[in-house]
């Protein structure tokens, strides 16, 4: 029997994986100093929950088939050290994954944003039309159990970012995998703590694509000019595909896709989330999907979580929750929400929460993103600031860093939550933006006011 032992198995995706070999049949142990719901109550569910919190060079056995290394870990973790001076091997999770799949077809989607949108449309539609395929993706997904699935299947879709890959290897994650396949939906600068240079950060979109190898594909969205200019310049033997927006129109707040067999409802709406459904019918047409067959299953696609997440909708007004915390993505949210309903007043609140954007320096990349709210709210949680040692910012700097004169500004999530509260809902729409949870906010008391 296979036997893995997983350093750091509390993280989302390593604890999904950890899972999804023990139903692969594999024997599976694991370590890490915190463990977090729903992390714990799966792996406990699942008999592979660690007795206690800690790293235990003992667990450590000559008998280990690999260890799994997760980001979280550092290279002087004691049981690391102890598998290094044994000679097992260590595996990122994204070598791992190459490693399991050199058999399959491997479809990588890559991008600043839209990676977990266009990966989640693709598995929806792959589901529905009865394909047999495994999957990783950055996000649980509706009708999935796991965020990742290893089997006998033939293909594989991953979701594959450019973030470092382990303590052990800096270099991106997407490099592993060696698609067959790849897609890139946009570029633009975040996590400058990680890519403190933008030049170099785009390099790895260049890097990225140029790894397609001869019989592959490289689809790629020409409406992002820097996309557009690396896949142009990419020099590959492989097929290369622009994409743009679907065609679409929305009537009466719901959006329609144009097709030469008539119009077809969606629930998903706004001009990245149609750029994200033509990337991913591209790919589905190039594992063998047929295009009225994409159209009959797009339909019941309802979103990703937390990707304009409908948390309430009465009818005339919505609450929607979104990721979005990027400069591109939080401009995309808000304007599709403005677009979709032009009627409808629009109350966005954006919470400032990674380093990036609670940086002073980067701050300007937020200009203008905020621009078609009717009202504009940034929250950001002092506390925050300071554990990431940065300089907390006065409400001028705020609003010139945002462009916006009228922006209103809480560092109290109860102040915000009475703001909120003090609002008038009706045919409006309010929109949520963040990594975050704006310090526990009950969401539940400004729910209320819209019933």
Known sequence: MNKYHFIAIGGAVMHNLALALVEKGYQVTGSDDEIYEPSRTRLEKAGILPKEYGWFPNKITPDLDGIILGMHARLENPELQKAQELGIP??????????????????????????????????HVLKDQNVDFDYLVGAQIEGFDLMVRLSDAP???????EYLTSPLDRTSKFFHYK?????????????????????????????????????????????????????ENAEIKGKKTPYIAHPSLIEGGKTFLKTENGLVPIQIFGEHNLQNLQGAMNICKSIGILPEAFYKSIQTFKGAAKRQEVILDTGSSTIYRDFAHAPSKLQATVKAVKTQFPDRQLIAVQELHTYSSLNKDFLPNYAHTMNPADIAVVYLNPHAVALKKLELMDQETLRAGFKRPDLKLFTDSSALKDFLLSLDYSNSNLLLMSSGNYDNMDLEVIKAKFN
Not at 91 to 116: A, L
Not at 188 to 213: C, I, R
Request: proline share 4%.
């Open 90 to 123: 260590v595996y990122s999770f994204p070598e791992f994954i190459f490693n399991q799949s050199q058999d399959k077809k491997r479809v990588v989607i890559g991008g600043s944003h839209g990676k977990t949108s266009i990966t989640s449309i693709i598995l």
């Open 155 to 161: 293909i594989i879709i991953i979701e594959g970012d």
């Open 179 to 231: 698609h067959d396949i790849a897609l890139v939906s946009g570029i633009a600068w975040d996590h400058f703590n990680v890519f403190p240079d933008f030049e170099g950060y785009k390099s790895l979109f260049s890097q990225f694509m140029e790894m397609t190898p001869a019989n592959g594909e490289l689809i790629y969205c020409e409406a992002d000019p820097l996309v557009k200019t690396a896949a």
